[in-house]
C-alpha cells in the first residue's frame, strides 16, 4: 500500500530542490485505485526545509478554510505552527471531494465539517511515518519518541530532530491505514487563535487572485449581455467597436458578444461601441411591482404544504389573531472581486485559472463546450475576492462563457474574461425575490395555538443541472428555516408556491435563511409582544426541554448583552435566533434612532458551531456575517423597471455597508465536544431580525418590506 | 449605445426634483428687466433672475450648511459619505481630491462621470445656501463678513469668471448644467450691483 | 506620451491619455495589488497615492498626472504604513482580501495626517473603502493599534 499510494517528487523548497512526501489519506485512496492515475490522495507534504504544506481542497475566499483545514493537520502532526503553509488544490475530483458533496466544491458552510477527520487523519498518518522513520534511524522503540512542536525527540538517547531531517526517510515508511486520532483534550491547536496563513499576503498586495494572472499574448475579455432576462440576440454592428485601438475582435457566443482586447480598457471601451439589438419576446419584462403582486397572490393561495403538525383549525378562531406580508428583494452577491477567469487552449486541452467554487461542475461543463475530455481540462483554483455563493455555480455559466470565448476565437490562445461591476449586478444569479405569509393565533392565555407560514419564490435548483438532488421534492432551499423551527407552536403548517421567472437565481450566503430567519423572527417578536410576553424569556419558553443548544445561545447572547427588556436610555434593543448549517446563533442588536434612521450600535453574538476549530476565524465570520446581514437589510435591492431590466448598476444604488455603519461586535463561541459545523453563513441570519426588532422597539415601526432605507441613497 | 449606458440614468435620475423636471429652465439677459423703472425693484429683480443659477443643484450641492455635500440633480447626500473637514476639504485620509481630479472623468464602466476642477471644495459654513430664502442668500453674498471678505466687484469677478463657478456650467456627463452661460451670470450680475444690489423680499 | 514616477521608476508611457491610472498599473506596469472593485469611485480598491495623498486610480485619467509620483501598495515605505501592516496581520484584518490594500493606503494617509485618529476620524477617511466581508471592527482596531505604536 504504501509503495503504491506514496509518491515522491522534487519540490523546491527554502534552500533549493527538497525531497517531498506525499501522503494518502481518506476516500479518496480508494477511488484512486479505482481511477487509475498514479496521483495519490495528496494533502500533506513535507520538505527537507522543515515546511509544512497543506494541499487545502476548499476554496479560500475569504472564509477560512487555508488556515482551518492546515490547523487540523497541523494538529495531528504535532507541528508548530510557524511551519505551516497553504496551498490550493487542483481540479480533481477523485482526490479532493468535498465529503458532504462527494464532488469537489465549497459551500453550505460544509469545509471544516466534512474534513474534519479527514484532515486530522492525514496529519496524523504524516506524524506516524516521521515517527517511525525516526525510530528506524534512531534505532529505539517508536513508543518512545514523541513529537511536539515540530520537534521529533527520544528522551532516553537524548536524540531530536525536525521534520524535514527525517522527511526523506519518512516517505520511505509504510503509509498508515487508519491512523489513531487526538482525543479532544488532548488539543493543542484545536480551539485556541493563531495567525491565518493568508494575512500577509493579503496586506502587502502580494495575493494572487484571477484578475491577477497575466500571460504572454493573452487578451482580456468583455461580453455584453441582454440587457432583460431571457432576451436574444437580435443583431450586433461591430464596426465602431472593431475600430477601438486594442480591439482584435468581436465575437457572439451564447451569452451574448464578446469583445477582446489587448488590454481592459480596449475591451471596455469596444464594448460600450457595439450597437446591439435584443429581441425580448422570451424576456422577463415584468417590472418587480408586477412580480411582488404576482408572489403575494400565490401565497395567499396557501402553497403546497412542506410541513404540518397539529390541527390548524384554532388558529382561525383564536382570541388574537396576526398577520402579515413580508416582501424581500432580489440580491446580488456583489464579492469584491468581480467574475473573471482565465482560460489557455492548447492543441485540444485547456486550462484555467480562477475562483473556482465548484471545481467538478466547472470541469465537466468546460469540456463539454470545448467538445474535450475532463481530463483534457486543468483548473487551478485561485483566491478569490469573496464570493457569498456567487462563485458556487451549478450551471458553471461563468467557466462556460470563458470556453465560448476561446472556443469562439477561433485559434489556441489565452483569455481573460473580466466581468465589471454593472456585469455583475445586473447579471442574475440573485438571492430568490421572495414574499412571506404569516399567521398566529393566540388563545385568551397569550399561548401561540396555530402558527402558519407560507413562502413563494422560485426554486434555486429547478431547472438547473442540480435538479436531480430535489427527487421531485420541494426545494428546501427555498424555504429552509421557515420549516424545523425549535418553537412549539400548538399546530403549525408552512407551504410553498414555487414560482418562475427568467431571472436567474443562486444561494446567497446562508440560502433560504436570509429571509425565512427574518420573516419569522420579526412576527414571532410581535406576536409575543402581544401575548404580553419579554422577547427572550418567551422564546425559551417555547423551546423543548431538549433544545439545549438553542437554549444556550440565547441565554448567552442576552447575558452578553445584560437583557433587560426592550427598550432602555432611548435605545432599542431586539433578539433574533436562528440555525442554519448546523450551528447556533442568537444575536442582540442595540439600535439607536438617527433622524428616522436604524443605526445600530452593538451587537452580541452567541454561537454553538460543535468543536472551535479556530476561534480567531470564527469570530471573523460572526463579525462579516454581521456585517453582510446587515447592511443587505439597511439598503440593498435588486429591482426590475417595468417592461423588465435591472435598475441598478454599482454602489451607488446597489448600497454596501460602510465602515461608519458598522456595530462593536461582541462574540461568544459556546463550549462543545460535537463536530464541527458551519461559521461562514450562520452569522447573517439573525442580524437584520435582530436589527428589526430593536427599531420596532424603539419606535413601534413595523418593516415588513426589506431593505430598510429604499435601497438608493439615504 | 449599449444597455450599460443605462446605468447612470438611473443613478443620476431618480426621483427628480421639480428643479430639474423643468429641464427648459432659462435666464434672460439684464435687458429683459429694462422695463422696471423702480432702481431697487430692478435690481432686486436681476438678483432673483441670478437665484435661477445660485439654486440649481449644480450651486446648492457645495453650498450646504450643515454636514457635507450633496450630490446628483436630485440632491442626494453624497455617496461615499464626507464629511466637510476643517479646510472644507473633506477628511483627513478621504479629502476632496481623493475622488475628483483637476477635470471631469467620464467613467469607463459605465455611462456618467466624476466632477472635478482645480481647485475643488465645498463653499465654507458661511456661505451656506440650502434651505435659506433667495433674500436671505442675498444679504449673505453681500455680506464680506461672511462672504469671504468679498467687495461687490470681486463678487462680480468671482460669478463671472471664477473657474470653479464656471463649472457649473460644464459639469460633466450626467448632470443638468446651471441655466444660461457663466456669461450671462456675470452681466446679471453687474447689472444687479449697477442697479444697487437689492435683495428680494 | 505621458510620464510620471510609479513606486520611484519613471515611466514614459505611449497610451491614450484618458486611460485610466488603475489600468495602467495592472495591465501595463503589471503592479496587481491595486484593485478594480467598481470603477466610479464608489468602493475605494483602486486606491494609490498621487503626490502623497489617496487617490482612486480607476477615476484618474493617466493625462491627469503628467509628472506625478505614484506609489501603490507595493512600494508603500515608511513607518505609518509598516505599522498598519502590522497591526493588519497581528489581528487578521483580512478576509477575502481583496479591498485590503486600498484599506491599507487609506489608513496609512489618515495616520500621517492623524496619529491618533478617533473612531469618527477613522469612519470619515475610511467610509470611501467598501469591504464586502465587513472586516470593519477589526479595520478600526487595527488603526487604532498602528496608532499607539507610532506613538512608540
Keep these: ?267 471596455l471601451k469596444g464594448r460600450d461601441a457595439l450597437v446591439l439589438d435584443w429581441d425580448d419576446s422570451a424576456a422577463e419584462t415584468r417590472g418587480t411591482e408586477d412580480m411582488f403582486a404576482a408572489f403575494a397572490e400565490a401565497a395567499a393561495q396557501g402553497g403546497q404544504t412542506v410541513e404540518e403538525e397539529g390541527d390548524l383549525a384554532p388558529l382561525d378562531a383564536a382570541a388574537t389573531v396576526l398577520s402579515a406580508e413580508y416582501r424581500f428583494p432580489y440580491l446580488a452577491h456583489a464579492p469584491m472581486e468581480p467574475l473573471d477567469a482565465v482560460i489557455e487552449t492548447r492543441g485540444g486541452k485547456a486550462e484555467m485559472w480562477f ?46 462563457e470563458a470556453a465560448e470565448v476561446a472556443k469562439a476565437a477561433g485559434r489556441d490562445g489565452t483569455f481573460k474574461l473580466v466581468w465589471t461591476r454593472e456585469d455583475d449586478l445586473r447579471g442574475g444569479y440573485y438571492r430568490p425575490m421572495t414574499v412571506h405569509r404569516l399567521r398566529a393565533g393566540l388563545d385568551a392565555d397569550g399561548k401561540i395555538v396555530g402558527w402558519e407560514n407560507v413562502v413563494a419564490n422560485q426554486s434555486i435548483l429547478a431547472g438547473t443541472p442540480m435538479e436531480g438532488m430535489l427527487q421531485g421534492g420541494p426545494d428546501n432551499t427555498s424555504f429552509e428555516g421557515s420549516t424545523g423551527l425549535p418553537y412549539r407552536f400548538a399546530a403549525r403548517r ?191 441570519p439573525p442580524i437584520a431580525p435582530a436589527m428589526a426588532n430593536a427599531w420596532r422597539a424603539l419606535t413601534g415601526q413595523k418593516q415588513y418590506q426589506l431593505p430598510f432605507l429604499g435601497g438608493a441613497m439615504a | 449605445m449599449t444597455f450599460l449606458k443605462l446605468a447612470a440614468t438611473v443613478w443620476l435620475c431618480g426621483a427628480l426634483p421639480l428643479w430639474a423636471q423643468d429641464s427648459a429652465v432659462t435666464i434672460s439677459p439684464p435687458a429683459a428687466f429694462d422695463g422696471i423703472a423702480d432702481d431697487a425693484e430692478r435690481s432686486a429683480a436681476l438678483f432673483t433672475e441670478m437665484g435661477k443659477v445660485l439654486t440649481s443643484p449644480r450651486c446648492l450641492n457645495c453650498h450646504p450648511v450643515t454636514g457635507g455635500p450633496t450630490q446628483g440633480d436630485d440632491m442626494q447626500p453624497h455617496n461615499p459619505p464626507v464629511v466637510r473637514g476643517d479646510a472644507d476639504f473633506g477628511a483627513p485620509g478621504m479629502t476632496c481630491n481623493t475622488c475628483h481630479g483637476p477635470k471631469n472623468v467620464e467613467l469607463t464602466t459605465a455611462q456618467g462621470s466624476i466632477p472635478g476642477h482645480e481647485p475643488w471644495s465645498l463653499a465654507p459654513v458661511s456661505m451656506g445656501w440650502v434651505g435659506l430664502s433667495l433674500g436671505e442668500i442675498c444679504s449673505q453674498i453681500k455680506d464680506p463678513e461672511r462672504n469671504g471678505g468679498k467687495t461687490l466687484e470681486e463678487l462680480y469677478e468671482h460669478n463671472a469668471h471664477d473657474g470653479l463657478v464656471g463649472w457649473g456650467w460644464d459639469p460633466g456627463e450626467g448632470r443638468t448644467p446651471a441655466p444660461g452661460t457663466q456669461e450671462l451670470f456675470g452681466q446679471l450680475t453687474r447689472a444687479w450691483i449697477d442697479t444697487g444690489a437689492a435683495c428680494p423680499a | 506620451m505621458t510620464s510620471f514616477r510609479v513606486n520611484g521608476r519613471d515611466h514614459d508611457l505611449d497610451l491614450d491619455p484618458d486611460m485610466p491610472l488603475l489600468w495602467v498599473l495592472r495591465d501595463e506596469l503589471r503592479l496587481t495589488g491595486t484593485k478594480f472593485g467598481c470603477g466610479i469611485a464608489q468602493c475605494g480598491a483602486c486606491t494609490v497615492m498621487v503626490d502623497g495623498m489617496p487617490r482612486r486610480s480607476c477615476v484618474t485619467p493617466i ?90
Excluded at chain 1, 210 to 223: A, E, F, I, N, S
Excluded at chain 1, 371 to 386: E, H, K, Q, T, W
Excluded at chain 1, 542 to 548: C, G, M, P, Q, V
Excluded at chain 1, 581 to 586: I, L
Design chain 1, 1 to 267: 500500500m504504501g509503495i503504491l499510494t506514496t509518491r515522491r517528487g522534487f519540490l523546491a523548497g527554502g534552500t533549493g530542490l527538497v525531497l517531498a512526501l506525499t501522503l494518502p489519506v481518506g476516500r479518496g485512496r480508494a477511488q484512486m485505485t479505482v481511477t487509475g492515475p498514479f496521483a495519490p490522495n495528496a494533502f500533506v507534504r513535507i520538505g527537507t526545509d522543515d515546511l509544512v504544506t497543506v494541499t487545502i481542497k476548499h476554496i479560500e475566499m475569504g472564509q477560512g478554510p487555508y488556515t482551518g483545514l492546515a490547523t487540523l493537520v497541523a494538529e495531528e502532526l504535532d507541528a508548530d505552527w510557524a511551519q505551516m503553509r497553504a496551498e490550493a488544490a487542483p481540479a480533481d475530483d477523485t482526490l479532493y471531494a468535498n465529503l458532504a458533496f462527494g464532488a469537489q466544491g465549497t459551500g453550505g458552510s460544509t469545509a471544516i465539517a466534512n474534513s474534519f477527520m479527514q484532515m486530522r487523519k492525514a496529519g496524523a498518518a504524516a506524524r506516524a511515518m516521521l515517527v517511525a522513520a525516526a525510530a528506524q534511524e534512531w534505532d529505539v522503540p517508536a513508543s518512545e519518541i514523541t513529537v511536539k512542536a515540530g520537534v521529533i525527540a527520544h528522551s532516553g538517547s537524548g536524540r531530536s530532530s525536525g521534520f524535514g531531517a527525517l522527511a526523506n526517510a519518512a516517505a520511505t515508511q509504510p503509509v498508515p491505514e487508519d491512523p489513531p486520532v487526538k482525543a479532544q483534550a488532548d488539543f493543542a491547536l484545536i480551539g485556541t487563535d493563531r495567525p491565518k496563513l493568508d494575512t500577509v499576503s493579503k496586506s502587502n498586495g502580494t495575493a494572487q487572485f484571477t484578475m491577477d494572472v497575466y500571460r504572454d499574448g493573452m487578451l482580456t475579455v468583455l461580453v455584453a449581455h441582454p440587457p432583460k432576462f431571457g432576451a436574444t440576440l437580435a443583431g450586433v454592428d461591430d464596426s465602431a467597436a472593431l475600430a477601438v485601438k486594442g480591439v482584435r475582435m468581436v465575437r457572439p457566443i451564447p451569452s451574448g458578444v464578446a469583445v477582446y482586447a489587448t488590454n481592459t480598457y480596449a475591451a
Design chain 1, 355 to 400: 475562483g473556482s467554487q465548484f471545481p467538478s461542475f466547472d470541469r465537466l461543463a468546460v469540456a463539454e463546450a470545448l467538445g474535450i475530455a475532463p481530463p483534457d481540462v486543468s483548473i487551478n483554483v485561485l483566491l478569490a475576492g469573496g464570493s457569498f455563493g456567487r462563485r458556487a455555480q451549478g450551471s458553471a455559466h461563468l467557466a462556460v
Design chain 1, 494 to 684: 408552512i407551504g410553498w408556491a414555487a414560482m418562475e421567472s427568467p431571472v436567474s437565481v443562486l444561494w446567497w450566503r446562508s440560502v433560504g435563511h436570509t429571509h425565512t430567519a427574518y420573516a419569522v423572527e420579526t412576527f414571532l417578536d410581535e406576536v409575543l409582544e402581544a401575548a404580553g410576553q419579554d422577547p427572550v424569556q418567551g422564546r425559551l419558553d417555547l423551546l423543548a426541554a431538549e433544545s439545549t443548544r438553542e437554549r444556550a445561545v440565547i441565554e448567552e447572547a442576552a447575558r452578553m448583552a445584560g437583557w433587560q427588556g426592550r427598550r432602555r436610555d432611548g435605545k432599542g434593543y431586539g433578539i433574533a435566533y436562528a440555525k442554519s448549517f448546523g450551528s447556533y446563533v442568537a444575536q442582540v442588536a442595540e439600535v439607536e434612532d438617527r433622524s428616522g434612521i436604524p443605526h445600530v450600535t452593538r451587537v452580541w453574538c452567541a454561537i454553538d458551531c460543535g468543536i472551535a476549530v479556530n476561534p480567531n476565524v470564527i469570530r471573523a465570520q460572526m463579525e462579516g456575517g454581521i456585517g453582510y446581514g446587515l447592511g443587505t437589510a439597511l439598503h440593498s435591492r435588486i429591482t426590475l423597471a417595468p417592461g423588465g431590466g435591472i435598475e441598478q448598476s454599482n454602489f451607488h444604488d446597489y448600497r454596501m455597508l460602510r465602515i461608519n455603519e458598522m456595530p462593536a461586535v461582541e462574540v461568544s463561541i459556546i463550549a462543545s465536544d460535537q463536530d464541527p459545523t458551519g461559521v461562514g453563513e450562520p452569522g447573517v
Design chain 3, 63 to 152: 493625462g491627469q498626472i503628467e509628472g506625478s509620483e505614484v506609489t501603490t501598495i507595493e512600494g508603500m515605505d515608511g513607518s505609518e504604513v509598516k505599522a498598519v501592516q502590522a497591526a493588519w496581520t497581528a489581528i487578521d484584518v483580512p478576509q477575502c482580501g481583496w479591498c485590503q490594500s486600498g484599506q491599507i493606503l487609506s489608513a496609512t494617509a489618515l495616520l500621517q495626517q492623524v496619529p491618533s485618529p478617533s473612531d469618527d476620524d477613522i469612519d470619515n477617511a475610511m467610509a470611501g473603502n467598501i469591504c464586502r466581508c465587513a472586516t470593519y471592527v477589526r479595520i478600526r482596531q487595527a488603526i487604532h493599534d498602528a496608532a499607539r505604536t507610532l506613538e512608540g
